[in-house]
């Protein structure tokens, strides 16, 4: 299953996972970094690592999706990883595979420079109440991006104003002009889990928050909660829909989260597309800079009403130091965690949402609105805190499964086969 970073493809993989061996062509004093990033955000982020006044050498190993498999390469090991599953963190200190962080870093002048939901994934009870990850890069997760002028045109209202289950009926207004209304990369098992977290939030947060949670999943009855099949029910009006994508679901299921972004910007074959933050390069590359304003227009993720209003899901990187760590790698995670050390990837890049609360918000038109609002996210995305990277992740697969037989089984067997996937994923995770 392919990822927003399938340019690591296995061909590039194979000789940068073995520049973890030691003596692969590494300086013995080089603090090494593996990251999941590729192409435009492995450049950013190598521009942020030329900006901090380090005084040691660094090299940058990028694994893509195989990050993970740094921690069992023992003392070969990178020194720094830059995760992208925070809720990896745990079990990792757990096994001791971190060194823990030095407490100071989360604070200056006493004051917390990150939202509070970070804390509940990286301050481990269970290996010694210290915190063992900080958070680098941000993601919100609960956006769409849309053509303004083709809306317009359309006389359709901004995005941020329907509901959810306006959706259908939209589609079906916009199929007279040729158009579909969603984009999709669903080649990208993330674009799915990100899709349904925010139906999910957005009408069930009960549930969201009991698959967060495997010993809060089942009821005293021992039965999942019955909203998750709602909920997956509401998704199948969606992206069943006969006008939902361009072409057929068998090719949206072919279609990556870059190729998403083209249909809507590039292509014109769709009006909006479900994604974070970090699309804006995308974006940037499609629309000519003097229209970009008039052109892109950003909303939030409808809500469902009441008062927990509308989802604001997170993702994101954080630091951590491997247990087998050169001394100075701590140094470099400081230097990093500066209010300022993003700058460089915030102001020439784009598509980064800094963590830290005090960087200075020097972001884009089209993402300082969402950075604003984004100090206090609602919850964190659950892709990242419940299962392992790649094509393996569970999640990721049940969604996959779930859009196919939509296609070719009707909805009402894909949401029957969806709930007992996730079902039996949060069973064997409760065990």
């Known amino acids: 299953m392919a990822t927003r970073r399938a340019v690591l493809r296995a061909g590039v993989l194979l000789p940068v996972t073995a520049a973890c061996a030691p003596g692969f062509g590494a300086r013995s004093d080089a603090v090494r970094?593996?990251?999941?990033?590729?192409?435009?955000e492995l450049d950013a982020f190598e521009s942020v690592l030329t900006a901090v006044d380090f005084g040691y050498p660094t090299e940058v190993i990028p694994l893509g999706d195989d990050i993970g498999t740094v921690f069992g390469a023992g003392r070969s090991a990178p020194d720094i990883v830059m995760l992208p599953q925070a809720g990896q963190v745990r079990k990792l200190?757990?096994?001791?595979?971190?060194?823990?962080?030095?407490?100071?870093?989360?604070?200056?002048?006493?004051?917390?420079?990150?939202?509070?939901?970070?804390?509940?994934l990286l301050r481990i009870p269970s290996a010694g109440d210290r915190l063992y990850g900080l958070?680098?890069?941000?993601?919100?997760?609960?956006?769409?991006?849309?053509?303004?002028?083709?809306?317009?045109?359309?006389?359709?209202?901004?995005?941020?104003?329907?509901?959810?289950?306006?959706?259908?009926?939209?589609?079906?207004?916009?199929?007279?002009?040729g158009l579909s209304l969603l984009a999709l990369g669903a080649a990208d098992g993330w674009v799915l889990t990100d899709f349904f977290e925010n139906v999910l939030w957005a009408e069930y947060p009960d549930v969201?928050?009991?698959?967060?949670?495997?010993?809060?999943?089942?009821?005293?009855?021992?039965?999942?909660?019955?909203?998750?099949?709602?909920?997956?029910?509401?998704?199948?009006?969606?992206?069943?829909?006969?006008?939902?994508?361009?072409?057929?679901?068998?090719?949206?299921?072919?279609?990556?989260?870059?190729?998403?972004?083209?249909?809507?910007?590039q292509r014109h074959s769709a009006l909006m597309v479900v994604a974070p933050?970090?699309?804006?390069p995308i974006v940037r590359a499609c629309v000519p800079a003097a229209s970009l304003e008039s052109t892109v227009g950003v909303a939030p993720f409808p809500g469902a009403g009441g008062a927990r209003g509308a989802p604001l899901i997170a993702g994101g990187d954080?630091?951590?130091?491997?247990?087998?760590?050169?001394?100075?790698a701590a140094q470099l995670v400081s230097l990093l965690a500066q209010p300022r050390a993003a700058l460089p990837w915030i102001t020439r890049y784009g598509g980064f949402v800094a963590?830290?609360?005090?960087?200075?918000?020097?972001?884009?038109?089209?993402?300082?609105?969402?950075a604003a609002r984004f100090r206090d996210w609602t919850a964190f995305d659950l892709g990242d805190r419940i299962g392992s990277s790649g094509g393996r992740f569970d999640l990721w697969r049940a969604l996959t499964d779930f859009l196919t037989a939509l296609d070719t089984e009707?909805?009402?067997?894909a949401v029957r086969h969806a709930v007992a996937a996730i079902d039996d994923l949060e069973r064997r995770r409760r065990d």
């Open 318 to 328: 954080v630091m951590v130091v491997t247990e087998s760590a050169k001394d100075t």
């Open 355 to 370: 963590a830290n609360q005090a960087t200075p918000q020097q972001y884009s038109p089209l993402i300082a609105p969402v």
């Open 93 to 120: 200190a757990e096994d001791k595979r971190l060194r823990p962080l030095d407490d100071a870093l989360w604070t200056a002048g006493g004051a917390a420079e990150y939202a509070p939901g970070w804390q509940s």
């Open 410 to 413: 009707g909805s009402d067997t």
């Open 33 to 40: 970094i593996a990251v999941s990033w590729g192409g435009s």
């Open 208 to 265: 969201y928050d009991r698959l967060a949670n495997p010993a809060l999943w089942l009821d005293a009855s021992g039965q999942p909660p019955a909203d998750l099949g709602s909920a997956l029910r509401d998704l199948a009006a969606v992206w069943g829909h006969r006008h939902a994508f361009p072409g057929d679901i068998g090719k949206t299921l072919t279609r990556q989260f870059p190729d998403a972004i083209h249909d809507v910007f």
């Open 277 to 280: 933050d970090f699309a804006e």
């Open 135 to 177: 958070p680098f890069k941000q993601a919100c997760k609960s956006l769409i991006w849309y053509d303004r002028e083709r809306l317009r045109k359309l006389g359709l209202p901004d995005p941020g104003t329907w509901s959810f289950r306006e959706w259908p009926s939209h589609m079906d207004a916009v199929s007279d002009a």
